[in-house]
């Protein structure tokens, strides 16, 4: 099945500053790659999502962009803000799989004010 | 707030036990994930329905069991429970099957602890 690998699982960054968070997929056939922002405790919660047939997405401080041939994608925030302090998970689905998401183990992003 | 809802909040109980959580869809939503979250696991998939119909099967152990019933609502039994069953609990909802790749919307799961 399809392995995704997140890196890094810790990240501390000034306020203001940029993150990036990147992860690898396995299986050359997932086509949708999520990324999720989980609070302590609370659920994880779409922040921005990405299809196989776009190469960038852009949403105010935050994008994604996928290299299909090297199969990874990464979610970049700009002018980070305390508030964005959370744990981030990405994701791949592969369809002849169902939608089930295979999940990167997560990193902690840390903003320092 | 997702429109996903899940009961109960909090689960206590002891080894050896049965219990079931409860997990109603965002309205029009058809399709139904359970996860579970461990420290050292991270978010696994565990099960998938569909319109009433299991379509994909995960890490789920033969201890638990889930279905979704004709309103769309699905339960997840998890039986003889370990210590080590002790995590988050995730329901997700998306309008379809999925096939095509589509949005998850997370419930706030349920938190089950197993003394």
């Known amino acids: ?113 | 707030d997702s429109g996903v809802t899940q009961t109960p909040k909090h689960l206590i109980t002891a080894t050896g036990q049965r219990v079931t959580l409860r997990c109603s869809p965002r309205s029009g939503d058809l399709s139904v994930y359970w996860y579970q979250q461990s420290l050292d696991q991270g978010l696994q998939f565990l099960i998938h329905y569909y319109n009433g119909e299991e379509r994909a099967k995960g890490n789920i152990l033969e201890r638990f069991s889930a279905q979704q019933f004709p309103d769309l609502h699905s339960e997840l039994n998890l039986s003889s429970l370990e210590l080590g069953d002790s995590a988050l609990y995730f329901c997700a909802s998306s309008v379809e099957s999925g096939m095509f790749g589509e949005t998850q919307y997370f419930g706030p799961g349920t938190r089950l602890l197993v003394l």
């Open chain 1, 1 to 113: 099945g399809e392995n995704v690998e997140q890196h890094p699982s810790t990240l501390s960054v000034q306020e203001g500053d940029s993150a990036v968070i990147k992860c690898t997929y396995s299986d050359s056939a997932s086509n949708y790659f999520p990324w999720y922002k989980q609070e302590l405790g609370k659920r994880p919660q779409l922040i921005i999502d990405i299809r196989s047939n776009v190469g960038e997405k852009k949403d105010q401080r935050i994008a994604v962009t996928l290299n299909k041939t090297a199969k990874h994608f990464s979610l970049h925030i700009t002018e980070t803000q305390p508030e964005d302090s959370a744990v981030y998970f990405c994701a791949a689905s592969t369809p002849n799989t169902g939608n089930q998401f295979y999940f990167g183990t997560g990193t902690s992003l840390t903003v320092i004010p």
